[in-house]
């Protein structure tokens, strides 16, 4: 009786973990882009903008609010500084404060503007071959 018992227990026991485990754990997809080009990424974004990262904030779980000094835009006429909209996920391009950044922006509903790691974005020190492109292909 005492073996079943302890059978019974372990049993109930293995039957809560699993549900624990199916409950509380999230599943974490992996960033998967499809390899473009400069042209593609252009044509892809609302506006391209070259700027220095003011500021980074957490505005809750899911969402960083990044403010930004434009140097420089492309295809569309943006302000002295803007706010971006980045969601924390797995494609989230990360930035941080007094790093300058080539980004293409994609216009949310809002009027805000959000951006991803597949969307061509890069430091400036690894733009020159993009600059290049804008400055030739670009529309100002």
């Known amino acids: 009786m005492f073996i ?3 059978a019974k227990s372990l049993l109930a026991k293995c039957f809560l973990l699993t549900i624990f485990i199916f409950t509380f754990t999230a599943i974490a997809y992996p960033c998967k882009c499809v390899k473009a080009g400069l042209k593609t990424h252009y044509k892809n974004a609302n506006a391209v903008v070259l700027g220095k990262v003011l500021e980074k904030k957490d505005l809750d779980e899911n969402i960083t ?7 420089n835009y492309w295809k569309l006429k943006m302000p002295k500084t803007l706010t971006l909209l980045i969601e924390k996920s797995s494609c989230e391009y990360g930035m941080m404060q007094g790093e300058t950044h080539l980004l293409y922006l994609e216009k949310l509903e809002s009027g805000k503007f959000t951006t991803n790691s597949c969307s061509g974005n890069m430091l400036e020190i690894k733009s020159q071959k993009a600059k290049l492109w804008l400055k030739k292909y670009a529309n100002k």
Do not use: P
């Open 4 to 6: 079943l018992s302890n």
């Open 65 to 71: 609010e990044v403010n930004i000094q434009i140097t």
